[in-house]
C-alpha cells in the first residue's frame, strides 16, 4: 500500500502498473493479486483509507467551544493532519477522477462528512453571531481548498514553521468568514 501511494503520487495513477508497484516491494507482479483484487481497488483503499483515518482523527478532537473556537481548531488541524501525509492528500485529491462510479460514490460521501463539519461550524458561528458567509457549504469548500493547498508548496525545511503556517492561515481563515 505504501509503495503504490508513493508511486502514484509520484507518477499519477494511470502511468502506473501494478508490475511497477510489485518491483518496488521486490515481489512478482503475480505475487500481489494475491492480496489486492486489482489496480483499482488499490487506489480505492487507499483513498477510502485516508479519508476514514481523516474522520476518525477529527471524531476525537473535542466538540464544545464557541464556533469560532471550533474553526480555529479545525483549521489548524486540517494543516497539521495533512502536512504529515503529503502523498495521501495528493492522490486523495488528485486521482479521484481515476475512481470508478461506484468507488468515486464512497470516497465523496466521506469527503462529504468532512466538509458537512466545517458547514456545520460556520452555520452555528451564524447562529452565534460570530460568523457570516454568503454561503456556508461553498465557504466550506473554499477553506478546506485552501487549508489543503498548503501541501504543495510548505517544506518543514522552509521560512515558516508548521505553527507560523497554521498562525497565518487560521487569520485568513478568520477574516473570510467574520463579521
Same mark, same amino acid.
Given at each position: !500500500? ?6 502514484? #503520487?509520484?507518477? &499519477?495513477?494511470?502511468?502506473?502498473? !501494478?508490475?511497477?508497484?510489485?518491483? *518496488?516491494? =521486490?515481489?512478482?507482479? =503475480? ?15 487507499? !483513498?477510502? =483509507? ?14 464544545? &467551544? ?17 502536512? #504529515? ?21 464512497? %470516497? ?6 468532512? *466538509? ?8 452555528? =458561528?451564524?447562529? *452565534? ?28 525545511? &522552509? ?12 487569520? !485568513? %481563515?478568520?477574516?473570510?468568514?467574520? %463579521?
Amino acid at each position: !500500500m505504501e509503495a503504490a501511494l508513493r508511486l502514484f #503520487a509520484r507518477h &499519477g495513477f494511470a502511468a502506473v502498473s !501494478m508490475r511497477q508497484i510489485a518491483a *518496488e516491494v =521486490g515481489v512478482q507482479a =503475480g505475487a500481489l493479486y494475491n492480496y489486492i483484487p486489482d489496480k483499482q481497488s488499490l487506489l480505492f483503499d487507499l !483513498m477510502r =483509507g485516508h479519508m476514514e483515518a481523516l474522520l476518525a482523527a477529527r471524531a476525537e478532537r473535542p466538540k464544545g &467551544g464557541s464556533a469560532l473556537a471550533r474553526l480555529e481548531d479545525f483549521t489548524r488541524f486540517h494543516i497539521r493532519y495533512h502536512l #504529515a501525509r503529503p502523498d495521501a492528500v495528493f492522490v486523495s485529491y488528485m486521482e479521484l477522477r481515476s475512481l470508478s462510479p461506484e468507488n468515486f460514490a464512497v %470516497v465523496e460521501g466521506l469527503r462529504r462528512q468532512y *466538509e458537512d463539519e466545517l458547514e456545520s461550524i460556520l452555520r452555528a =458561528g451564524e447562529a *452565534e453571531g460570530s460568523l457570516s458567509a454568503a454561503d456556508p457549504r461553498i465557504a466550506a469548500m473554499a477553506v478546506i481548498a485552501m487549508l489543503t493547498g498548503v501541501t504543495t508548496w510548505y517544506r518543514a525545511a &522552509g521560512r515558516l514553521t508548521v505553527d507560523q503556517v497554521e498562525g497565518i492561515y487560521w487569520d !485568513m %481563515v478568520r477574516k473570510s468568514v467574520s %463579521v
